[in-house]
């Protein structure tokens, strides 16, 4: 409780939240009575399954949103933000798990966004250009300050991102919803530095992630969420995985492997792809003559490391590169790809990496979110049969097991893991022969991840064939009946039943790194 006679806090803490409730228009609670303590200089963890509040939470402290009740106290002294500026004032920063980078701005403009530096009437590109090197070669990305930030990656946008927040003046909270999600392991060990040094300078951060891993790693202090509510907090040092796993699902969730009722030994062959080859700018190859196969109903798992060329591989199937060579057969039949399109058309459906930029339209609903890449399928002369795609989008809907109340409400708001049910719905309704899954479980709670799984299964089980892309060890051991892997481009292992484990998917991953040799 605040001081009865100064009203302070105690000035251990750089922010105290007490008593946090944040109820929506539409009646929702998405904070209940929530409090929250942040020391100087340490990492805190906030975790908890989407849909916990975690988000709407972060919002009030940036002051995004307004709580209904409760307190906030930054160094003892309670605070009213009525705003983002406010709380930018006050040195809190924000890195959202979806960069919200102009893209249309060079790297420099973006980074010196809302602190420029002017040279009498008008602004200091050169000082813009220089400032925006120094940062980003803190974080050890030499990204031209000139380059549009529509024209990078998604993990370098996520490092200008990054960048802009460290040039913000007086910078004291530094709030970051999934910052690693679209980074290299090489770009993550970058950023645990950095964070790092922030500490030693005295700021506090407060962190989100799906990783449970990085939470041990790089965490303090850990606080649980859970349909809104504080359910525990700890110092990481004095838990197990198995304790904020517990607590964040209110039972000791495991990946299991799905046990198959299909006889895969007796499938055909519906998918061959023979010598398959990318070429890489700048002389070598992406995909170096990789070959394999899928058979009708199995769940084909691809795992390496970044830049082993797993998602170039799902692209080439896609009709995405035209340069690639090799053969791609289905069911016997030479396959001609010209693009996306035509590869629709052939029965290939793609679940891409970045749902949010690459697999939903952000602007449209639920259900035209879902029916889009079908749209075709119900029209009638000139005209769209509504009645036609909503019973199709419903039947989806209900099939994947989409938690919504309205299709019609905005596709942003749904949690993580429905938007990602969202696409792959999307791609269902286009009745695909094969279905391509590029890091299904990317961004979404350890629920979802389950629900996604056996979303998974139970199309195998119908006979749909599945190759899935993961970097998770533990989930592409759940849910693959098989298991290719890739290293710098090569196919360097297959692995099936008692062969795949943790040490064996490791060793192959390395395989084929430093050889840069063609087969």
């Known amino acids: 409780m605040p001081d009865e006679k100064t009203g302070r806090l105690d000035e251990e803490y750089v922010v105290q939240m007490k008593g946090i409730t944040k109820v929506y228009p539409n009646g929702v609670a998405a904070n209940q009575g929530v409090d929250f303590n942040l020391r100087r200089g340490e990492i805190h963890a906030l975790m908890g399954e989407n849909g916990a509040g975690k988000s709407t939470f972060i919002k009030v402290i940036t002051g995004v949103h307004k ?3 409760g307190e906030m106290y930054l160094f003892g002294e309670k605070v009213d933000f009525k705003g983002p500026k406010d709380a930018q004032e006050a040195g809190i920063a924000a890195v959202y798990q979806h960069p919200t980078s102009y893209p249309h701005l060079t790297v420099a403009e973006n980074i010196f966004m809302g602190h420029e530096k002017k040279k009498g009437f008008f ?5 813009h250009s220089e400032g925006a090197k120094k940062i980003l070669q803190r974080l050890e990305h030499e990204i031209p300050p000139e380059t549009m930030v529509g024209d990078l990656r998604v993990g370098q946008q996520q490092m200008v991102e990054i960048a802009r927040n460290l040039n913000q003046d007086d910078l004291r909270v530094l709030i970051m919803d999934e910052p690693t999600s679209s980074l290299s392991a ?3 060990k970058v950023l645990f530095k950095i964070m790092r040094e922030l500490l030693e300078a005295g700021i506090s951060i407060v962190y989100i992630s799906h990783r449970l891993e990085e939470i041990m790693e790089i965490g303090d202090h850990v606080t649980i969420l859970r349909d809104g509510k504080y359910v525990a907090d700890a110092d990481v040092k004095d838990i197990e995985l198995s304790w904020i796993v517990e607590n964040m699902v209110g039972k000791n969730t495991q990946y299991h492997r799905f046990e198959r009722s299909i006889d895969l030994s007796k499938q055909p062959k519906v998918l061959e792809i023979k010598a398959m080859c990318l070429p890489k700018k700048g002389g070598g190859w992406t995909l170096d003559h990789v070959s394999l196969d899928l058979k009708k109903g199995e769940v084909l798992g691809v795992y390496g490391l970044l830049g082993a060329g797993r998602s170039e591989l799902f692209e080439c199937l896609m009709g995405l590169h035209p340069e690639h060579t090799g053969d791609v057969l289905y069911e016997g039949k030479k396959l001609n790809i010209k693009d996306v399109a035509a590869q629709i058309k052939n029965g290939f459906a793609l679940v891409p990496e970045d749902r949010q930029s690459q697999g939903l339209i952000q602007t449209l609903d639920i259900g035209k979110n879902t029916a889009i890449s079908s749209m075709k399928d119900y029209v009638k002369g000139l005209f769209l049969d509504e009645k036609a795609e909503n019973a199709a989008v419903d039947e989806q809907i209900k099939d994947i097991h989409i938690k919504v109340a309205d299709k ?7 949690s993580g893991g429905n938007q990602q049910k969202v696409v792959i719905g999307k791609g269902l309704l286009t009745k695909p022969k ?4 590029d890091e299904p479980s990317r961004g979404i709670d350890i629920g979802a991840k389950t629900e996604v799984f056996e979303i998974i299964h139970d199309l195998a089980e119908k006979g749909l064939s599945i190759i899935v892309i993961s970097s998770e060890l533990k989930e592409i051991m759940a849910i693959a ?5 890739l290293s710098n481009g090569k196919k360097t292992g297959e692995l099936t039943g008692d062969e795949i484990t943790e040490d064996t998917l490791v060793r192959t991953s390395y395989a084929g790194l430093g050889t840069g040799r063609n087969a």
């Open 123 to 127: 602004l200091d590109d050169k000082a």
């Open 67 to 69: 709580a209904e009740e």
């Open 481 to 485: 009946d098989r298991i290719i892997v």
């Open 408 to 414: 019609r409400l905005p596709i942003l708001s749904l």
């Open 434 to 437: 094969i279905l391509l899954l």
């Open 186 to 188: 090489a770009e993550v």
